[in-house]
């Protein structure tokens, strides 16, 4: 399932580069080097993990294991009111709309990330989970190559969009609480995670080969 949600990804994105008459040489490429130096299962196990985390309407509170603070809350607390009536279809629609996102970021990743191709098939699924979420706060903050980050924005749009489309569609709306936080802060992290976790990977890929 993970390989096929990177392709559809990808997919989305060449079709955005084609619209824009951007180049997709690179991005052709990079795609073909993931699908073989990448672990779909374990991206996926922990991009899961993540997803549940943050849609999670039904637990108190506003933040999560990725939200580190209550000033920007969780996806969940944020929409806490509309996604309670969303049925399991719809939010499986989320779900997937979300994952896309955070796709986008990984793929922007490995072209940007600068890293070199190892084998990192027997990096443990828990490990790298448990590393990503302590290191994902430093990649948001200090650590976005500005060239990196306008890579992640172009990538991302069309996804950004479908998300909006679904909110709008479904008359799902903030918390009157959260009437300071746009949809864009809330949003704008998902792909910079994706970013992150692919280069942790690749990270940890390489520490474990020295």
Same mark, same amino acid.
């Given at each position: 399932?993970?390989?096929?949600?990177?392709?559809?990804?990808?997919?989305?994105?060449?079709? &955005? /580069?084609?619209?824009?008459?951007?180049?997709?040489? =690179?991005?052709?490429?990079?795609?073909?080097?993931l699908k073989s130096h990448h672990?779909?299962?374990?991206?996926?196990?922990?991009?899961?993990? $993540?997803?549940?985390?943050?849609?999670? /309407?039904?637990?108190? @509170?506003?933040? @999560?294991?990725?939200? &580190?603070?209550?000033?920007?809350?969780? $996806?969940?607390?944020?929409?806490?009111?509309? %996604?309670?009536?969303?049925? +399991?279809?719809?939010?499986? =629609? $989320?779900?997937?709309?979300?994952?896309?996102?955070?796709?986008?970021?990984?793929?922007?990743? *490995?072209?940007?990330?600068?890293?070199?191709?190892?084998?990192?098939?027997?990096? *443990? %699924?828990?490990?790298? &989970? #448990?590393?990503w979420i302590n290191l994902m706060?430093?990649?948001?903050?200090? +650590?976005? *190559?500005? =060239?990196?980050?306008?890579?992640?924005?172009? &990538?991302?749009?069309?996804?950004? *969009?479908?998300?909006?489309?679904?909110?709008?569609?479904?008359?799902?709306?903030?918390?009157?609480?959260?009437?300071?936080?746009?949809f864009s802060t809330i949003m704008?992290?998902?792909?910079?995670?994706?970013?992150? $976790?692919?280069?942790?990977?690749?990270?940890?890929?390489? #520490?474990? #080969?020295?």
């Amino acid at each position: 399932m993970g390989s096929i949600d990177l392709y559809m990804s990808y997919k989305s994105i060449k079709k &955005f /580069f084609k619209k824009h008459s951007l180049p997709i040489k =690179e991005l052709r490429s990079c795609y073909k080097n993931l699908k073989s130096h990448h672990n779909p299962d374990r991206m996926a196990f922990c991009i899961h993990r $993540l997803i549940a985390a943050e849609i999670d /309407f039904a637990t108190e @509170g506003n933040n @999560g294991i990725v939200r &580190f603070t209550q000033v920007v809350p969780r $996806l969940g607390a944020y929409y806490r009111s509309g %996604f309670c009536k969303l049925s +399991n279809d719809q939010l499986f =629609e $989320l779900a997937y709309l979300v994952k896309d996102l955070i796709l986008r970021g990984y793929i922007a990743g *490995d072209i940007y990330g600068k890293y070199i191709y190892l084998d990192n098939k027997h990096i *443990d %699924f828990d490990y790298l &989970f #448990s590393m990503w979420i302590n290191l994902m706060y430093y990649f948001y903050v200090d +650590n976005m *190559d500005p =060239e990196a980050e306008g890579a992640i924005g172009i &990538f991302s749009q069309s996804a950004f *969009d479908a998300i909006e489309e679904f909110l709008e569609k479904n008359g799902i709306s903030r918390e009157k609480i959260f009437s300071h936080i746009n949809f864009s802060t809330i949003m704008h992290w998902y792909p910079i995670a994706g970013f992150a $976790l692919r280069a942790i990977e690749m990270q940890e890929c390489c #520490s474990k #080969s020295s």
